[in-house]
């Protein structure tokens, strides 16, 4: 896997250099105030000890292919959020679904549409680090307005409603279905070696 730049962001490998802009940026996030909001990390979970683990478990991460990228600001180098492409199937699909999240007290800026830009890329992309993807898709609950805004930014299509797909909350979640190809960014998929 690779880094990508954005005009704002970095989508960074986490690595151990990452550690001081992952601890101010969950110092800097707000608590949730929506329901599709992440908590931020507490103080006593923002510790080199536990940033050392989640970096074990992003790594066994990538191993499977379910990576993950921190976005990190290129203004200060704090993080602002993550992306995550998972759930990939290769044979006769070739495709995997999308997940990003921008900490609350950075939304409206459009940080979002900018980091899953770049992570359209890192899917669709058959360059080093590139996942050479067909297909992406993401699930949205239906009331998730702002969510549903960044993957029609971002070139997603609406594909249909699936009742009770995700356990979300404590209860089974219908999600509306978006999803785009290789061929919606104007490229051709060329097949693995």
Do not use: K
Request: hydrophobic residues 40%; charged residues 25%; aromatic residues 8%.
């Amino acid at each position: 896997m690779a880094d990508l730049e954005t005009p704002r962001l970095t989508l960074a490998v986490p690595d151990p250099r990452h550690f001081a802009g992952w601890a101010a940026g969950h110092a800097a996030a707000a608590p949730p105030v929506s329901p599709y909001d992440h908590a931020p990390r507490a103080p006593d979970q923002r510790t080199r000890a536990h940033f050392d683990a989640l970096l074990a478990d992003l790594a066994r991460r990538r191993a499977e292919e379910r990576p993950v990228w921190f976005l990190v600001r290129n203004s200060d180098g704090q993080l602002a959020g993550s992306v995550t492409i998972f759930d990939v199937a290769r044979g006769s699909s070739h495709s995997g679904f999308v997940g990003y999240h921008v900490f609350n007290h950075l939304t409206g800026q459009g940080l979002a549409t900018e980091a899953l830009g770049g992570l359209i890329e890192l899917g669709f992309g058959r360059g080093p680090g590139c996942m050479g993807l067909h297909r992406l898709e993401a699930c949205v609950e239906p009331d998730n307005r702002a969510s549903r805004a960044v993957l029609a930014r971002c070139g997603f299509r609406f594909e249909g409603v699936a009742r009770r797909r995700i356990l979300q909350r404590g209860a089974w979640r219908d999600v509306e279905i978006h999803a785009m190809t290789v061929e919606d960014i104007g490229r051709a998929w060329i097949p693995p070696e």
